[in-house]
C-alpha cells in the first residue's frame, strides 16, 4: 500500500506528520553538511548540543513554559514515571492523591503504594472508566505531597475538562494530549509525557518540572531516576535518545507553520466534532464516554455487539484506515486522532461509517 492511500489511527505509536518525515528522510545520511546522520554522531559534539538546545527552546516557546521549569528528555517510556514521581517527589510515610480515571492512573497508582500512603481521591473504576470525576468530588488530603492525574485516558477516551484545584502540586500524564492545546505551566509541578503519540517516535519521555520540586529525592532513588540529576545535566546523564529528540525537533517546528498548540487545539476540535456528531446521531455506533469528558485525541465507541464491531474494523481495514480497533482490554473501536492526522481522514472513517450503517439497514 502507499502512504497516501493510508490513513493511521493508532493510538501510539502513532502517525506522524508526512512533511517531518520527509525532512527527516532527506536529512538521514548528512545531517546539515555535517557528514553524518544524527543517528551517528555523538552526543556532546557542537553539532548535536545545537539541535539539542534549539529542540529544547523550541519546546519552551510552544507551550510557554516558565523559566521556574525545567524541560527533561528521559527515556523509560511514561511508565517510569509512575515510579520517579514518588522516588522524587515523596519521603517515606508520605501522602499523595491519585485520581484513578484509567488504566495509566491505576497503574501509576499501584506503583506508588509501594512507596507512600495513597489516597484515592477519586475513581471512576466502579463505571469502566466512563466518566471523570468532578472537582467536589475529589477527596483530597490536607497533607498530600502531590496531586496525581491523567488528563487524557488513552483507552477509555475520556479527557480531564477541569485543570484540578488543588493546594498539593498538580502531576500530570499528558502522554495522549501533549502539544495539542495551550497548556499553564505554571499551574503544574510536573507534566510527563511518552512521545509516541503527540511528539516523536517512542523512546523520549518528555518531562516539564517545576526546579523547586526536584533534589528531594529519597536516599535509594537510582542515580538515574533523579530529577536533580537529570536537571544538573541537562537530560545529558548518559546517552539521550538523540534521534527522537532531533524528531521532536521538526515536529515542533511543524507544529508552529501551523498555527503553534492553539492551531492544533483548532484542529483537533474539527477533528473530534466530526467523529461526536455524527456519532450523537447514528442508530448502529455508539459512543463510549460521557458528553462531558470526552476525549478530542482518541474517541471510543461500539455498535453493542462484538461480531459486528470486528465486522466494522474489517471494513475500515479494506479501505485503507488502520488501527481501528478498540485496546483489547475494552474492544469495541477507537479512532485516535492525534495532531499529524489529516482532517480528511477523520472525514472518511465518518464516510465508511456511514456507508456502513446504511448496509445493516439500521
Ligand atoms: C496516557 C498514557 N500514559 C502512559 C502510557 C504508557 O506509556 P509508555 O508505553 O511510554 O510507558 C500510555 C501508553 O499508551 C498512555 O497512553
New binding site residues.
Given amino acids: 500500500m502507499k502512504r497516501e492511500e493510508v490513513f493511521n489511527f493508532s493510538?501510539?505509536p502513532s502517525v506522524l506528520p508526512t512533511p517531518v518525515l520527509e525532512r527527516a528522510a532527506s536529512e538521514l545520511l548528512n545531517y546539515r553538511g555535517s557528514g553524518m546522520s544524527v543517528m551517528e554522531m555523538s552526543h556532546r559534539s557542537g553539532v548535536f548540543m545545537e539541535l539539542f538546545a534549539e529542540t529544547k527552546a523550541r519546546l519552551r516557546a510552544a507551550l510557554s513554559v516558565p523559566e521556574t521549569h525545567e524541560i527533561l528528555f528521559l527515556q523509560?517510556?511514561?511508565?517510569?514515571q509512575f515510579s520517579m514521581i514518588p522516588l522524587n517527589l515523596s519521603a517515606e510515610g508520605d501522602t499523595v492523591d491519585y485520581a484513578v480515571t484509567?488504566n495509566?492512573a491505576r497503574i501509576a497508582c499501584r506503583e506508588a503504594e509501594k512507596y507512600c500512603r495513597v489516597n484515592v481521591a477519586a475513581s471512576s473504576e466502579s463505571t469502566d472508566f466512563d466518566r471523570i470525576p468532578a472537582q467536589k468530588e475529589l477527596k483530597l488530603s490536607p497533607e498530600a505531597k502531590y496531586f496525581y492525574y491523567?488528563a487524557?485516558?488513552?483507552?477509555y477516551g475520556t479527557a480531564w475538562p477541569y485543570v484540578p484545584e488543588t493546594a498539593a502540586p498538580l502531576v500530570c500524564?499528558m502522554?495522549?494530549e501533549i502539544l495539542s492545546r495551550p497548556v499553564d505551566v505554571s499551574r503544574y509541578g510536573l507534566i510527563f509525557a511518552?512521545a509516541?503519540?503527540n511528539m516523536a517516535p517512542?523512546g523520549l519521555?518528555v518531562v516539564i518540572i517545576d526546579k523547586a520540586l526536584a533534589g528531594k529525592e529519597r536516599p535509594v532513588t537510582p542515580l538515574m531516576l533523579s530529577y536533580q540529576r537529570m536537571i544538573d545535566k541537562d537530560s545529558m546523564y548518559n546517552t539521550p535518545p538523540c534521534y527522537n529528540i532531533y524528531v521532536l525537533g521538526l515536529v515542533l517546528d511543524w507544529v508552529a507553520a501551523n498555527g503553534g498548540v492553539a492551531g492544533m487545539e483548532k484542529l483537533k476540535k474539527q477533528r473530534s466534532a466530526l467523529l461526536y456528531n455524527y456519532l450523537d446521531e447514528s442508530r448502529l455506533f455508539k459512543p463510549c464516554a460521557g458528553k462531558d469528558c470526552r476525549s478530542d485525541m482518541n474517541v471510543t465507541f461500539r455498535t453493542g455487539d462484538a461480531a459486528l464491531d470486528a465486522e466494522f474494523v474489517k471494513f475500515t481495514q479494506a479501505n485503507g484506515m488502520q488501527n481501528v480497533k478498540g485496546h483489547r482490554s475494552v474492544g469495541g473501536m477507537r479512532a485516535s486522532i492525534y495532531n499529524a492526522m489529516p482532517v480528511e481522514g477523520v472525514e472518511k472513517l465518518v464516510a465508511l461509517m456511514k456507508e456502513f450503517e446504511v448496509k445493516h439497514h439500521v
Avoid: E, R, W
Fill in positions: 493510538a501510539g523509560g517510556g511514561a511508565s517510569l484509567g495509566f491523567c487524557n485516558n488513552t483507552i500524564d502522554s495522549s511518552g509516541q503519540k517512542a519521555t
